[in-house]
């Protein structure tokens, strides 16, 4: 299966505690978001990155959230000092870089429950 | 904040019956996407129609675009139980490189 790829599926942390997940993009795809989807509700676009470069951050990502993609591969999101309002759902999608703009295809999610 | 609002939130429909879910959106687009997610995995991308389209069709899939009222809808026939999901449809904004997602539509399709 050469699709979007996120890891762990599951995670269960402590409040305050930091936590990272990866997601491991399509190959050629050199677009690459991070969403996160709360109960009941769509996506929400945390931020974007076009190849090594991360080109917008959403309000929502305050300081404790930092998103790396080095040289253009995987990318991580990293959440320090967890709180409970960070429980949600993380999605990652990936695109590809064409003459306009297509489909994104989406891994399975990260499922963060902060207790 | 979302971009794309869906109406209804919710459908519940007999096995072979029709679903329609509306889509409206807010500011001018380049394409509109609709994707389906099953409960607690990923989006899957069904259907993408561009600003200069007003209809496009995809196995049992039949989305309308009406770009003067900003909005679109989804239509999906002869429903089957494997139908049943949440379907959120995504615009990509001419002076953007996102998707913004609607709150979504949850079809239950009964057997």
């Known amino acids: 299966d050469t699709g979007v790829s996120q890891d762990p599926r599951h995670k269960i942390t402590k409040r305050g505690q930091n936590v990272t997940f990866r997601c491991d993009p399509i190959?050629?795809?050199?677009?690459l978001y991070w969403y996160r989807q709360t109960l009941g509700q769509g996506p929400e676009f945390l931020t974007y990155?076009?190849?090594?470069?991360?080109?917008?951050k959403s309000r929502l990502l305050s300081d404790r959230f930092s998103a790396e993609r080095p040289k253009g591969s995987f990318s991580t999101l990293e959440i320090q000092r967890t709180e409970q309002g960070d429980s949600a759902m993380y999605l990652c999608?990936?695109?590809?870089?064409?003459?306009?703009?297509?489909?994104?295809?989406f891994g399975q999610g990260t499922r963060l429950t902060v207790v | 904040s979302q971009q794309g609002e869906e109406d209804p939130q919710a459908l519940s429909i007999q096995e072979g019956e029709n679903a329609t879910m509306n889509c409206s959106y807010k500011t001018s687009i380049n394409n509109l996407q609709w994707y389906r997610q099953n409960s607690g995995r990923g989006l899957v991308h069904l259907i993408l129609i561009r600003s200069n389209e007003r209809e496009k069709h995809s196995g049992r899939l039949r989305v309308t675009l009406d770009t003067s009222k900003k909005s679109s809808s989804l239509l999906i026939t002869a429903s089957r139980a494997a139908d049943t999901a949440s379907y959120f449809c995504a615009t990509f904004p001419l002076d953007d490189y996102k998707l913004s997602f609607g709150a979504g539509t949850t079809v239950t399709v009964r057997a």
């Open positions: 190959s050629e795809h050199n677009r």
């Open positions: 999608a990936s695109s590809p870089r064409t003459g306009g703009f297509t489909e994104a295809f």
């Open positions: 990155f076009q190849n090594e470069a991360q080109l917008e």
